[in-house]
């Protein structure tokens, strides 16, 4: 199933513990850790990512990025990252998340 949502409307994916979510997508996306712990790596990337719940970083439409929970984990994704707020009830996106450039957005695998 491919990712394909509205930029206004955020996707919710749950991840199970030895299962994992392919993001790629053909545009820039931002993902938030929602619950649980998220594990991500990305295609060319020497280093992962452990997302917390709260956590949030972008995944550019380069390269693909695979994310496994550990032992789950609940993502939201979305083109614009203050549409991250509405899925946490917050006023804003940007309050203390950890960011960093990441890679694509996309498909369950």
């Not at 997508?25 to 649980?36: E, F, I, K, N, P």
């Not at 990337?45 to 949030?56: R, T």
């Amino acid at each position: 199933m491919m990712w394909m949502r509205k930029p206004w409307s955020p996707t919710v994916v749950h991840v199970d513990f030895a299962k994992s979510y392919c993001i790629t997508a053909s545009r820039d996306v931002w993902v938030m850790c929602l619950a649980g712990t998220a594990w991500l790596t990305r295609d060319g990337c020497l280093s992962d990512q452990i997302l917390s719940p709260g956590d949030v970083t972008r995944v550019s439409k380069a390269d693909a990025a695979l994310v496994t929970g550990m032992p789950r984990c609940r993502l939201g994704i979305t083109e614009k990252r203050e549409h991250l707020a509405d899925l946490q009830g917050m006023t804003t996106a940007v309050t203390s998340a950890a960011v960093s450039p990441v890679e694509t957005a996309g498909e369950i695998k």
